[in-house]
């Protein structure tokens, strides 16, 4: 079975979202906030779910782009 991953505050432990590094060929490094696919910043209630989405995603990078967990209010 497949693990999807929700964003339902009913599991709330918190509130997270997922920050994107990357470093230009400058040197130069910017972060962004990942979107919901929306144009609003994604985010998480449940630092399990941010973590397998973090993992996804670090994972699967074929740019070398590297992804954290931000925990909101912190």
């Known amino acids: 079975m497949r693990e999807e ?3 339902s505050p009913i599991i709330s432990d918190g509130t997270y979202r997922i920050l994107k590094t990357m470093e230009k060929e400058d040197g130069e490094t910017t972060f962004v906030l990942m979107n919901d696919g929306h144009g609003e910043i994604l985010t998480l209630y449940s630092w399990v779910e941010a973590k397998k989405l ?3 995603l670090n994972s699967n990078t ?3 782009w590297e992804y954290s967990i931000m925990r909101v209010g912190e």
């Open 5 to 7: 991953i929700t964003t």
């Open 54 to 56: 973090v993992c996804i």
């Open 62 to 64: 074929d740019s070398g």
